[in-house]
T-cell receptor, first 112, second 110 residues
Framework: ETGVTQSPTHLIKTRGQQVTLRCSSQ?????VSWYQQALGQGPQFIFQ???????GRGNFPPRFSGLQFPNYSSELNVNALELDDSALYLC???????????FGPGTRLTVL | QKEVEQNSGPLSVPEGAIASLNCTYS??????FFWYRQYSGKSPELIMF????GDKEDGRFTAQLNKASQYVSLLIRDSQPSDSATYLC??????????FGSGTKLNVKP
């Protein structure tokens, strides 16, 4: 089991609302990545943060935004929720000078 | 074309057999390749990674990389029922983007 934690575990929102998901990285890990995993699919890369700056972004619209804090914890914010945003949201943290990602348990978001 | 392609399976093998999982990728500039295992309802866990052409062994697992063919594989020797899971291939592409395949479901029958 990794030291990456995520909150909340489950969340139900309605279309049009906004949501904030949180991730606490494993100690010493200064890079965090966020993924969306729909049922039966592989994780889709949303973005990566390194030293509080966005360091790479996948094909997600601007209503998906993030933050990384000095203690390397992170947030994923999604505005104007759509039904298709229903998925498992995973964060993964990485040690400096490494590409090995360690995933948290995920947050299951349901949009009604 | 997807960045990473995997056969969705399911791949069924008897206990003790070798399971062979395959993955192709589209970005020739990719440098790093990863295999993750994901049990139902759980998050992915890293099995191993490979950066150079050839084979890399770790216990019962062997990763194989052929950059010319843009092909990565994972062999699992002496497969156990506990190996039954979805195996995800991941590639680190340009601009710090990670691409995952959709995964191959492996069933190891006792």
């Amino acid at each position: 089991e990794t030291g990456v934690t995520q909150s909340p575990t489950h969340l139900i929102k309605t279309r049009g609302q906004q949501v904030t998901l949180r991730c606490s990285s494993q100690s010493g890990h200064n890079t965090v990545s966020w993924y969306q995993q729909a049922l039966g699919q592989g994780p889709q890369f949303i973005f990566q943060y390194y030293r509080e700056e966005e360091n790479g972004r996948g094909n997600f619209p601007p209503r998906f935004s993030g933050l990384q804090f000095p203690n390397y914890s992170s947030e994923l914010n999604v505005n104007a929720l759509e039904l298709d945003d229903s998925a498992l949201y995973l964060c993964a943290s990485t040690l400096p000078f490494s590409q090995e990602q360690f995933f948290g348990p995920g947050t299951r978001l349901t949009v009604l | 074309q997807k960045e990473v392609e995997q056969n969705s399976g399911p791949l069924s093998v008897p206990e003790g057999a070798i399971a062979s999982l395959n993955c192709t990728y589209s970005d020739r500039g990719s440098q790093s390749f990863f295999w993750y295992r994901q049990y139902s309802g759980k998050s992915p866990e890293l099995i191993m990674f490979i950066y150079s052409n050839g084979d890399k062994e770790d216990g019962r697992f062997t990763a194989q990389l052929n950059k010319a063919s843009q092909y990565v594989s994972l062999l699992i020797r002496d497969s156990q029922p506990s190996d039954s899971a979805t195996y995800l291939c991941a590639v680190n592409g340009n601009f710090n983007k990670f691409y995952f395949g959709s995964g191959t479901k492996l069933n190891v029958k006792p």
